[in-house]
């Protein structure tokens, strides 16, 4: 057996990684290939999906069965296939994700999980939330990187993502004479709807009105900056989804400063209904120095354990500072933990 | 003395739960249970430098001496040579596969305490073509005797025997 040189061994290690990496496995045909041929036998099929791409000599060939040293069930393409000599390559083009483009893929928002997601939060200053999941730090992520920051329209998108995990929803019903009415089944709504925002696909619309008996709601085409006049035709498929909040403008501050006013539906969390200013009196005074008024979102039981989402406007000095003025200003018994603070 | 008390005082009963002859300190004398963890199909290249990992309840921490096919198998650790050490735990070998012939081949794993063999454990395939070995290679100058710069410039893999 010849012995393989330290250089060339290197080299060869470095080449499998590189190619593991982001580069393409091939083999050779050890026997001619004719146009029609429907196996393809070849040196080695090690590594290769069982079903998969094939390209020879620039012609796609899906197959579906590997052996040993064999593909079978190659799809020939009468237009272009040809037939191809011995020792022709054969290379795998089945690789739509290789590890350098997971390693890509680690560096966006919207295909990052777990602990990529993480770092990817953390290099841009956004740590996640305590016990949020992938799914709603992702939405959380989406917007608070690429969001215009202290429109009252990013704030939306960002307790819509905060609490994308709690929102309610279901299919809904029109009727031509009322387009901006949805019709479901008795109780299905209630008065703690009015107005929250309603999305339907990637539009959002404002809860005007419940029916009393829960069967209806009228959404608001109003003139918002994040609603819009609704029609849904004439159908019996319209998917909904109401996140557990509402917002609402305070007329007397900057814009992008908001209320928010939680509305769970689940029985674990808590009373149907919060007001920030029932839990905080003090809201408008959490401004000296017109520093921007922080919000905050209620996730649990407020009376046992409450546990806060709260996050700042852009100029807050510090987050200590926040903590501090909030902690002033929340009624005596509560207990406040931050979660996260996060720029908006 | 009795053989089942030597080194460890007097052991009562000559069945612990570990197998025979057990000593208290685990079972120095068998390897049970053992397979080949990865690769998962047991399929290795037949240039070698695939490392292969045996799972199992194992004797001893080591050192083992692993063979494939007639031939010593590297540990793959700087400075350990061909003696191959089980991790902390004892539930699994680590080794690196040496260039072999296409086939099916024999494991055979052996300790000062005995040995044991895993027939028919591994079956070398040939080897695929990583298209950045080639890449590498055209790198350097063609004094170096690196092998083919183009696949195309390689032999091709037709048969069983071991290549040069």
Redesign the interface.
């Given at each position: 057996?010849?012995s393989i040189?330290i250089?060339?061994g290197l080299?060869?290690?470095?080449?499998?990684e590189?190619?593991t990496l982001h580069?393409?496995?091939?083999?050779?045909l050890?026997a001619p290939l004719a146009a029609a041929d429907v196996v393809a036998t070849v040196?080695?099929?090690?590594?290769?999906p069982d079903a998969g791409v094939l390209y020879l000599e620039g012609e796609r060939v899906p197959y579906t069965s590997r052996a040993?040293?064999s593909f079978g069930g190659l799809v020939r393409n009468p237009l272009i296939a040809s037939a191809h000599l011995?020792?022709t390559?054969v290379?795998d083009g089945s690789r739509s994700f290789s590890q350098l483009h997971r390693l890509r893929g680690d560096g966006l928002v919207t295909r990052a999980a777990g602990s990529a997601l993480d770092r990817l939060g953390w290099r841009h200053g956004e740590r996640r939330p305590l016990a949020i999941p992938d799914t709603a730090y992702r939405a959380l992520l989406r917007v608070l990187l690429y969001l215009e920051r202290g429109l009252l329209s990013s704030l939306l998108r960002v307790l819509d993502a905060a609490l994308l995990t709690q929102s309610r929803s279901g299919v809904a019903g029109t009727l031509l004479p009322q387009p901006n009415r949805l019709l479901a089944a008795l109780g299905t709504f209630s008065s703690q709807d009015v107005g929250r925002p309603l999305y339907v696909g990637e539009r959002v619309y404002r809860v005007r009105e419940v029916a009393a008996d829960g069967s209806s709601l009228d959404l608001q085409p109003g003139a918002g900056v994040w609603w819009c006049a609704g029609n849904f035709g004439d159908g019996n498929d319209v998917s909904y989804r109401i996140p557990p909040f509402r917002v609402l403008e305070l007329p007397d501050t900057d814009p992008g400063i908001v209320l928010v006013d939680l509305v769970f539906s689940g029985s674990s969390l808590g009373p149907p209904s919060y007001l920030l200013g029932d839990i905080l009196p003090g809201v408008p005074e959490l401004t000296p120095g017109g520093w921007p008024l922080g919000h905050e979102i209620l996730e649990d039981e407020l009376e046992d354990g409450a546990t806060f989402l709260c996050w700042y406007l852009p100029g807050l000095p510090d987050e200590d500072l926040f903590r501090t003025m909030l902690e002033e200003v929340v009624a005596a018994g509560v207990d406040v933990r931050l979660n996260s603070l996060l720029a908006v | 003395m009795s053989a089942l008390s030597e080194g460890f005082g007097h052991l009562v009963g000559t069945y612990g739960g570990w197998g025979d002859n057990d000593t208290g300190y685990g079972d120095p004398f068998h390897v049970t249970g053992a397979y080949v963890l990865s690769p998962a199909d047991g399929?290795i290249?037949d240039d070698g430098?695939a490392v292969v990992r045996l799972a199992g309840a194992f004797a001893t921490a080591g050192p083992y001496t692993v063979t494939l096919g007639g031939k010593t198998c590297r540990s793959g650790v700087a400075g350990r040579a061909s003696a191959c050490f089980t991790n902390t735990a004892r539930t699994t070998l680590a080794f690196v596969a040496p260039?072999l012939a296409p086939g099916d081949h024999d494991l055979v794993l052996e300790w000062a305490g005995g040995s044991e063999t895993l027939t028919a454990a591994l079956r070398t395939?040939?080897?695929?073509?990583?298209?950045?070995?080639?890449?590498?290679?055209r790198l350097?100058p063609p004094a170096?005797?690196?092998?083919a710069r183009l696949?195309?410039d390689?032999r091709?893999?037709?048969g069983s025997e071991?290549l040069?």
């Amino acid at each position: 057996m010849a012995s393989i040189g330290i250089l060339d061994g290197l080299l060869k290690a470095f080449g499998e990684e590189l190619t593991t990496l982001h580069g393409e496995l091939s083999t050779r045909l050890t026997a001619p290939l004719a146009a029609a041929d429907v196996v393809a036998t070849v040196e080695s099929t090690l590594d290769f999906p069982d079903a998969g791409v094939l390209y020879l000599e620039g012609e796609r060939v899906p197959y579906t069965s590997r052996a040993e040293t064999s593909f079978g069930g190659l799809v020939r393409n009468p237009l272009i296939a040809s037939a191809h000599l011995a020792g022709t390559e054969v290379a795998d083009g089945s690789r739509s994700f290789s590890q350098l483009h997971r390693l890509r893929g680690d560096g966006l928002v919207t295909r990052a999980a777990g602990s990529a997601l993480d770092r990817l939060g953390w290099r841009h200053g956004e740590r996640r939330p305590l016990a949020i999941p992938d799914t709603a730090y992702r939405a959380l992520l989406r917007v608070l990187l690429y969001l215009e920051r202290g429109l009252l329209s990013s704030l939306l998108r960002v307790l819509d993502a905060a609490l994308l995990t709690q929102s309610r929803s279901g299919v809904a019903g029109t009727l031509l004479p009322q387009p901006n009415r949805l019709l479901a089944a008795l109780g299905t709504f209630s008065s703690q709807d009015v107005g929250r925002p309603l999305y339907v696909g990637e539009r959002v619309y404002r809860v005007r009105e419940v029916a009393a008996d829960g069967s209806s709601l009228d959404l608001q085409p109003g003139a918002g900056v994040w609603w819009c006049a609704g029609n849904f035709g004439d159908g019996n498929d319209v998917s909904y989804r109401i996140p557990p909040f509402r917002v609402l403008e305070l007329p007397d501050t900057d814009p992008g400063i908001v209320l928010v006013d939680l509305v769970f539906s689940g029985s674990s969390l808590g009373p149907p209904s919060y007001l920030l200013g029932d839990i905080l009196p003090g809201v408008p005074e959490l401004t000296p120095g017109g520093w921007p008024l922080g919000h905050e979102i209620l996730e649990d039981e407020l009376e046992d354990g409450a546990t806060f989402l709260c996050w700042y406007l852009p100029g807050l000095p510090d987050e200590d500072l926040f903590r501090t003025m909030l902690e002033e200003v929340v009624a005596a018994g509560v207990d406040v933990r931050l979660n996260s603070l996060l720029a908006v | 003395m009795s053989a089942l008390s030597e080194g460890f005082g007097h052991l009562v009963g000559t069945y612990g739960g570990w197998g025979d002859n057990d000593t208290g300190y685990g079972d120095p004398f068998h390897v049970t249970g053992a397979y080949v963890l990865s690769p998962a199909d047991g399929r290795i290249p037949d240039d070698g430098g695939a490392v292969v990992r045996l799972a199992g309840a194992f004797a001893t921490a080591g050192p083992y001496t692993v063979t494939l096919g007639g031939k010593t198998c590297r540990s793959g650790v700087a400075g350990r040579a061909s003696a191959c050490f089980t991790n902390t735990a004892r539930t699994t070998l680590a080794f690196v596969a040496p260039r072999l012939a296409p086939g099916d081949h024999d494991l055979v794993l052996e300790w000062a305490g005995g040995s044991e063999t895993l027939t028919a454990a591994l079956r070398t395939v040939r080897r695929h073509r990583a298209s950045e070995v080639y890449a590498l290679r055209r790198l350097l100058p063609p004094a170096r005797r690196l092998g083919a710069r183009l696949l195309d410039d390689e032999r091709l893999l037709i048969g069983s025997e071991e290549l040069p």
